[in-house]
């Protein structure tokens, strides 16, 4: 879709309009609190939600499996540390009960990651 048409799309339907914008502002705030966490979280506290976020188990009820796979270099990339560190914390993670995985890739994140994030 090109400019122009968005544009036209934006005048002419005003709850898409509406529902763009809400869009835009939720990212918005998103961007601003990643950018919040970067600066003042430790690189274990950003693991810890970027591991919810990616089982989109931000206050779930249950377990669940990262999807997609991703790699431990992934994840430094994504939080600003180094691949050896997140091998500490996730093996950290995994003696304290809040995830399960694999060599393999295959991460299994615990409700109680969540709870004690919520806790701290």
Do not use: C
């Not at 048409?5 to 998103?30: G, K, N, T």
């Not at 809040?98 to 991460?107: A, K, L, P, Q, T």
């Amino acid at each position: 879709m090109t400019a122009p048409a968005i544009v036209r799309l934006l005048r002419e339907e005003p709850d898409f309009a509406e529902m763009f914008v809400a869009y835009l502002v939720r990212q918005s705030i998103r961007d601003q609190q990643n950018l919040a966490g970067q600066l003042t979280d430790t690189s274990e506290r950003r693991l810890a939600w970027a591991l919810l976020r990616l089982a989109s188990n931000g206050g779930g009820l249950k377990s669940q499996p990262v999807a997609p796979r991703v790699s431990q270099a992934d994840l430094a990339s994504m939080i600003g540390t180094t691949r050896s560190r997140v091998s500490s914390f996730m093996n950290k993670f995994r003696k304290q009960g809040f995830i399960d995985y694999n060599r393999r890739g295959d991460v299994t994140v615990h409700r109680a990651l969540s709870k004690a994030l919520h806790d701290s």
